[in-house]
């Protein structure tokens, strides 16, 4: 047939086929007049290998296939196989078993309970958006505003009416989520669980689909309609992508042609426990190959922005989650996965070469060195990585009743000290609002309306601190109930002042973070530290943060954080800034809004609430800077204050505004 040719072979067997799903899988073709489709699969430990499918009822002595040379590689053409037909191929093993595996190049999948192959064409979409492409072709996305939008499409919304699970299909949702988020001010989206996986519980972090986008909201057109329409409303989109581990299902990878084909064999190795899952043999130039096409699949041929990729530490540590003597380690003695590490370097170098516009996100909870370094310097080359060591501290700090905050107050500073040592993405996952953590707005201490005066305050600090932000859905408007798969969000809150209240303050929060540049454009790992300044990090006693973010080389413009954690009134706040002149106020958390208003009544409170517009400093050393703003704040209040430009003083010894110099 001559479709995988010698050079295929030979490509994928050094593990550099970087489009070997164009070859590998299930492809609609035309082969001397007759059309079909060929079928290709790697299964080079198997006595012999068939498709299977509704064509030929299933039987697996009727359609068999030819081992290409000794690439391990079986190929067949089967006439009158046509788009959207289920299939399998039946692995003849050496000890004489029959194994019924999906194809793992495989474009569509049945829906759940059904696990079979579905012949898809993806070629022929057409994209519209071309112009998006190009412009973040030329964007450093590390210099540019990035503020996240976490979501699960099977609960952002539903709809009971199409079907028993309220699944809403990938094209027909896009709309609603895109204007949603544009709304709020998003950035970006990132979607949960899209590659094909089973088991509905696992949120989509147990694959057996790799290329396959999940059945449950459509097929592939479907979904490349749901990127274009983001990209049509300037939204970035970021997959979660697992290339550390993959379920034991009967139907998928594990023990693929009755060996330890996409594993580690040994299961101190080739196995998490913990999980019930395995682990990919990053040894094998083919299972490298499998993964490096498969993340560049997704930005290629589906337009995807990034990716973010699940569990970096389980894949980087040979002991992780393993005791004494069940794990083994590294040719050096050491526990670092030499394999990985490679893997990880080569997936992120070609994608960056192939695609300039797209990075990856490396979930990674340790302090590993230079996960955001480049590759050349001895980095793993990501993009970005999530800041799990301040989300910890965060979390920890504003759970505390506020008699003592005052204990914990350096885990709101510590960050700090390495916040400039990757590019760091702030994040508030769905891992933090299930499983008995609560709700973001239950974890916050005291009273109903406290907590959402808290849970305000919080907010504000981290849009403040360096790093790239990132929130689940729901938390934007103080969800009550933990995260829940099987169960819609709760947009009925809304109707409640509090909530909706709530959703209005992040929305504002957001559009402050994407229009001041010092919010955003100086929190890579370039040792940016001048772009933060603390006015006062030791308030331990009364339990209040201030500093300002701003550009390196200029105070011009910087933004004041001030939050209080504390319901306590202090009327005779000082805080010291760098310059002379009026500060207005851009952000303000306080509210009188209680549990039982109505949305009149809170509208009316919010109206009539006295609050400063602006703050004029005068010149008094204050936290040691030359001038001093006299401050009422109020109990759980964050303020923001945006300086005013830099004066300079002229010959006649008067003072103008400092205009920026033109390059």
């Keep these: 047939m001559n479709i995988i040719i010698q050079t295929d072979r030979y490509i994928f067997g050094q593990g550099n086929h970087y489009e070997i799903y164009n070859k590998l899988g299930a492809h609609i073709m035309e082969i001397d007049g007759r059309k079909g489709v060929y079928f290709a699969v790697w299964a080079p430990n198997a006595a012999y290998v068939s498709v299977v499918g509704d064509f030929n009822e299933w039987d697996p002595h009727r359609n068999g296939m030819q081992a290409i040379e000794t690439s391990g590689i079986w190929e067949a053409f089967i006439p009158?196989?046509?788009?959207?037909?289920?299939?399998?191929?039946?692995?003849?093993?050496?000890?004489?078993?029959?194994?019924?595996?999906?194809?793992?190049?495989?474009?569509?999948?049945?829906?759940?309970?059904?696990?079979?192959?579905?012949?898809?064409?993806?070629?022929?979409?057409?994209?519209?958006?071309?112009?998006?492409?190009?412009?973040?072709?030329?964007?450093?996305?590390?210099?540019?505003?990035?503020?996240?939008?976490?979501?699960?499409?099977?609960?952002?919304?539903?709809?009971?009416?199409?079907?028993?699970?309220?699944?809403?299909?990938?094209?027909?949702?896009?709309?609603?989520?895109?204007?949603?988020?544009?709304?709020?001010?998003?950035?970006?989206?990132?979607?949960?669980?899209?590659?094909?996986?089973?088991?509905?519980?696992?949120?989509?972090?147990?694959?057996?689909?790799?290329?396959?986008?999940?059945?449950?909201?459509?097929?592939?057109?479907?979904?490349?309609?749901?990127?274009?329409?983001?990209?049509?409303?300037?939204?970035?989109?970021?997959?979660?992508?697992?290339?550390?581990?993959?379920?034991?299902?009967a139907h998928g990878l594990a023990e693929f042609d009755g060996t330890c084909l996409y594993e580690y064999p040994d299961p101190r190795k080739g196995e998490h426990a913990e999980w019930g899952t395995k682990v990919f043999n990053y040894e094998k130039n083919e299972v490298r190959n499998f993964l490096i096409a498969n993340a560049l699949y997704w930005v290629e041929k589906?337009?995807?922005?990034?990716?973010?990729?699940?569990?970096?530490?389980?894949?980087?540590?040979?002991?992780?989650?393993?005791?004494?003597?069940?794990?083994?380690?590294?040719?050096?003695?050491?526990?670092?996965?030499?394999?990985?590490?490679?893997?990880?370097?080569?997936?992120?170098?070609?994608?960056?070469?192939?695609?300039?516009?797209?990075?990856?996100?490396?979930?990674?909870?340790?302090?590993?060195?230079?996960?955001?370094?480049?590759?050349?310097?001895?980095?793993?080359?990501?993009?970005?990585?999530?800041?799990?060591?301040?989300?910890n501290d965060f979390l920890e700090y504003v759970k505390v009743d506020p008699l003592f905050k005052k204990g914990n107050h350096n885990k709101m500073t510590f960050g700090m000290t390495y916040a400039f040592s990757e590019n760091f993405i702030l994040v508030i996952s769905h891992d933090e609002v299930v499983h008995l953590k609560c709700s973001m707005i239950n974890k916050m201490p005291g009273y109903k309306v406290d907590k959402f005066a808290n849970l305000k305050v919080a907010y504000t600090f981290m849009m403040g601190h360096p790093g790239k932000k990132l929130l689940f859905m729901g938390q934007e408007f103080g969800q009550l109930s933990e995260w829940s798969e099987d169960k819609n969000l709760e947009w009925y809150l809304l109707n409640e002042p509090l909530h909706k209240e709530m959703q209005d303050y992040v929305a504002g929060l957001l559009k402050i973070y994407k229009s001041n540049k010092p919010l955003y454009a100086y929190d890579n790992n370039q040792n940016n530290y001048d772009s933060f300044q603390w006015i006062n990090c030791d308030d331990a006693d009364r339990s209040i943060f201030s500093f300002i973010r701003k550009n390196p080389d200029s105070f011009s413009e910087s933004l004041i954080f001030i939050c209080n954690f504390t319901p306590i009134e202090r009327d005779d706040y000082f805080l010291g800034v760098p310059l002379k002149g009026k500060y207005k106020v851009i952000a303000d958390s306080f509210s009188e809004t209680t549990d039982e208003d109505n949305f009149e009544t809170a509208k009316a409170k919010r109206d009539a609430m006295y609050v400063e517009d602006s703050y004029t400093a005068v010149e008094e050393e204050t936290d040691n800077l030359p001038y001093r703003l006299n401050i009422k704040l109020r109990p759980y209040e964050a303020i923001v204050l945006k300086a005013p430009k830099e004066q300079k003083r002229t010959k006649a010894g008067e003072t103008k505004t400092a205009k920026k110099s033109k390059k």
């Design 80 to 249: 009158e196989v046509k788009e959207w037909d289920t299939y399998k191929f039946a692995i003849f093993t050496r000890d004489g078993r029959i194994l019924y595996k999906a194809d793992p190049y495989a474009f569509h999948s049945e829906l759940r309970p059904g696990n079979a192959s579905k012949v898809a064409n993806i070629e022929g979409f057409n994209w519209t958006d071309q112009k998006w492409i190009e412009e973040k072709d030329k964007e450093d996305p590390t210099k540019e505003p990035m503020s996240i939008y976490e979501v699960h499409l099977g609960s952002w919304q539903k709809d009971y009416e199409r079907n028993e699970w309220g699944f809403i299909p990938y094209n027909e949702i896009a709309p609603k989520l895109a204007a949603y988020v544009k709304e709020m001010g998003y950035t970006h989206i990132e979607v949960m669980g899209i590659s094909e996986h089973p088991l509905d519980q696992s949120w989509g972090y147990q694959v057996t689909g790799y290329f396959s986008p999940t059945s449950r909201y459509g097929g592939p057109f479907e979904f490349m309609k749901f990127v274009d329409v983001m990209h049509e409303n300037g939204i970035g989109v970021i997959l979660d992508w697992v290339p550390a581990h993959f379920p034991k299902d």
């Design 302 to 391: 589906y337009h995807v922005d990034a990716l973010r990729v699940d569990a970096v530490a389980s894949m980087l540590y040979l002991d992780y989650n393993r005791s004494n003597g069940q794990w083994v380690p590294n040719k050096y003695g050491g526990n670092g996965n030499l394999e990985a590490m490679e893997f990880l370097k080569h997936v992120n170098s070609i994608m960056t070469k192939r695609n300039k516009r797209a990075f990856l996100i490396a979930e990674e909870s340790t302090a590993w060195p230079k996960v955001t370094g480049a590759t050349e310097d001895g980095g793993l080359g990501f993009g970005f990585k999530w800041n799990m060591g301040w989300m």
